[in-house]
């Protein structure tokens, strides 16, 4: 079993885009997006993570300058920009990813809280505290 399988046993909405082709190294071998990035120290999911909650343009512009730094992929010295195009289109969209609006909720020890409920209890609070010091 890789460690791959280990840390995402059920894949994840990123394989697509992890396991794509970039292109070869200088010994013929193929090299993907994992590899590519774990090459220069990154770690793909994260990565994977992060230029997927950006904008298009801002992913690829991340991702061109990635792969551009990928020495041992020659052909991505010339064509890093229109790699990190087709790449990028392999990204989930946001819609997708089941990103939640930050201001919908709020986790307390790893319970979700409707954002609502905290306002309240903090407005409660307040109220107790102005009652009690002031009465």
């Known amino acids: 079993m890789s460690v791959s399988d ?3 046993p059920d894949g994840s909405d990123y394989d697509p885009f992890l396991f794509a082709e970039v292109g070869e190294d200088k010994r013929g071998a193929t090299v993907t997006v994992v590899s590519a990035l774990a090459r220069l120290g990154l770690d793909p999911w994260t990565e994977a993570r992060e ?3 950006l904008c298009r343009d801002a992913a690829h512009t991340q991702l061109k300058s990635h792969l551009s730094k990928v020495d041992s992929v020659p052909a991505l010295g010339n064509e890093s920009g229109n ?3 087709r790449l990028i289109a ?3 969209e946001r819609a997708s990813r089941g990103i939640a609006d930050p ?3 709020v986790t ?4 979700r ?3 609502l409920w905290v306002i309240a209890a903090l ?3 307040v109220a107790i505290v102005r009652i009690i010091f002031l009465a």
């Open 108 to 111: 307390y020890y790893g319970r």
């Open 6 to 8: 280990v840390l995402h």
């Open 51 to 53: 230029l997927a909650l």
């Open 113 to 115: 809280i409707p954002t």
């Open 103 to 105: 201001s919908a909720s």
């Open 90 to 92: 392999l990204l989930p």
């Open 123 to 125: 407005v409660g609070v």
């Open 83 to 85: 790699v990190a195009a």
